[in-house]
């Protein structure tokens, strides 16, 4: 196919169909970048008012100094309305923005194919449809590709391209080179429930949920552990209340649906029931979070226990690197570390495992139940420790435990008993959902790296993650996770387990 024809200086004339608030942000986005841009909706008025509010954001970048004086004007003159679909005959790349509704998609679609030139590209934004669904019935469906822009598109710097069963790969090519025009990030994705974004982040959320419905700790625990450990900027239950929990259990439920019931999809109970009590996030004014005027009530964090502290003795077993920063970090700040081969006595025994439990790490030392805690390595050197305790552990231990922590410096949550504590257990998710996705060959790790970065704002993508943490590590505790629960979920994952035995990147390609 030729390249896409428009402008005088080679920069297509696009098509822009759907006037909303996702319609209006591409069309932006493309006159900022000296595109022009025709703009179509079928409602009456509603391309004028499209333009109109374009040229409100476009003013308010002016006066804030982010466009220079007199570009807003300049911009929105490359901005028209097209009151005909044929208008857009004469476009080399129309993107459609409308309702996400299969049939009025194909519709549309069928049209914008009876008038479009022979080398214009047809694409849509579609965010959870088949992009192959929906040129089924194109008799040229090989220029139909997805060409998916996240809200705000000129501020989110990342595009999904979408590639359909029967999409041309010079169509794909063709709009790499558009999108690396407008300055964003294109990630190419095979045709695939959530694409790249959607689908890497359910490891997030879906595994918060388990987390919950485990016992392990309350929203407001889990979600402190994540962003302070992970660096993440939302834990799992102030994302979900974001997007809204209603939105959540139907794309999982579709997603668990189009991947033939895989158990890392699998919505849960406990959302279900939330959902029918109108709990639904921000929008209701309550989901796991309280709201006021759209701000979360956050409960506050438990208060430090005035307990004595105690010396303590720190394994070496689990995670050597984490226990030597914690002795170092409590004997600074005064707390006797007894250095010895064994535990005394008395004091505390502290134990750093990877992958399992309180209980599991103790029984395999021969360490007194009455006086071991664990303390998550994930969280030495990070922003908060995670502190897990093995059934029937006394109050006044726990609170010393606690208490003793707490000299360095950090923040110290407490959970229930559980293998991979908090943050190991979504951080080998999130590795292990992406390697799987490069499996399956959906995208290539640096493309899932991008993307999870640009689209979830991550500050590392899953295979730099996976290789911060080290591969032979996030596939131990996956294996440790499987054997202790017997969840698929938590199953290895062949990309994984092979780069771990062979010593390489988990963003080598196959």
């Known amino acids: 196919m030729a390249a896409v024809g428009g402008t005088a200086d080679d920069r297509p004339v696009v098509g822009v169909v759907g006037a909303g608030v996702m319609g209006c942000g591409i069309a932006q986005l493309f006159a900022m970048r000296g595109h022009r841009v025709l703009l179509h909706d079928v409602a009456d008025g509603a391309g004028d008012a499209g333009r109109e509010a374009i040229g409100q954001r476009l003013g308010r970048l002016e006066r804030r100094g982010r466009l220079a004086v007199g570009d807003a004007a300049s911009v929105l003159a490359r901005v028209a309305v097209a009151d005909r679909l044929d208008a857009l005959a004469a476009c080399g790349l129309v993107v459609e923005a409308v309702v996400e509704d299969l049939a009025i998609k194909r519709s549309l679609f069928a049209g914008l194919a009876a008038i479009a030139g022979p080398d214009t590209i047809l694409a849509t934004n579609t965010s959870s449809l088949s992009v192959t669904a929906i040129g089924r019935d194109l008799d040229r469906p090989e220029r139909l590709a997805g060409l998916h822009f996240f809200n705000p598109a000129p501020l989110m710097r990342v595009v999904e391209i979408v590639r359909g069963r029967r999409t041309d790969p010079s169509v794909i090519d063709r709009l790499v080179a558009v999108v690396d025009g407008l300055g964003h990030r294109p990630v190419v994705a095979a045709d695939t429930p959530g694409f790249i974004v959607n689908h ?3 490891a997030l959320t879906t595994e918060g949920v388990r987390l919950l419905a485990d ?3 309350d929203a407001a625990t889990i979600d402190r552990i994540v962003t302070d450990t992970l660096g993440l900027p939302m834990g799992p239950f102030a994302f979900l209340d974001l997007v809204g929990l209603d939105v959540f259990q139907a794309v999982t439920r579709r997603m668990a649906e189009a991947y033939w019931g895989e158990p890392r999809f699998q919505a849960h109970p406990l959302v279900e029931q939330r959902v029918a ?3 639904l996030g921000r929008k209701s004014g309550q989901g796991f979070y309280a709201y006021q005027d759209g701000k979360p009530a956050m409960p506050a964090e438990p208060e ?3 307990a004595p502290v105690r010396p303590v003795w720190i394994s070496r077993r689990g995670d050597a690197g984490a226990a030597a920063w914690l002795a170092d970090r409590l004997a600074a700040a005064g707390v006797p570390v007894d250095t010895g081969p064994r535990p005394r006595r008395d004091g505390l025994c502290l134990v750093l495992p990877v992958g399992d439990d309180a209980t599991t790490a103790l029984l395999a030392e021969h360490l ?4 071991t805690v664990a303390v998550d390595p994930f969280g030495c050197g990070a922003g908060r420790l995670t502190l897990m305790t093995p059934p029937g552990l006394a109050a006044d231990v726990t609170s010393a435990a606690r208490a003793t922590l707490a000299r360095t410096g950090l923040p110290v949550s407490l959970i229930a008993d559980t293998a991979g504590f908090v943050a190991q257990r979504v951080a080998v998710m999130i590795v292990a959902t992406a390697a799987q996705m490069a499996q399956q060959r959906i995208a290539t790790p640096a493309d899932i790296d991008a993307a999870v970065t640009l689209g979830l704002g991550y500050p590392k ?5 996976g290789d ?9 505790i996956l294996g440790r996770l499987f054997a202790a629960t017997g969840d698929p979920r938590y199953r290895p994952v062949p990309w994984i387990t092979r780069r771990a035995r062979l010593g390489v990147s988990l963003g080598v390609p196959d």
Request: no cysteine; aromatic share 4%.
């Open 200 to 202: 890497a982040g359910r």
């Open 215 to 217: 016992g392990v700790a």
């Open 277 to 279: 009590a109108g709990l």
């Open 304 to 306: 430090m226990p005035a």
């Open 368 to 371: 007194p139940a009455d006086r």
């Open 461 to 465: 993508g899953p295979f730099a993650l």
């Open 468 to 476: 911060t943490l080290g591969p032979v590590r996030i596939d131990r």
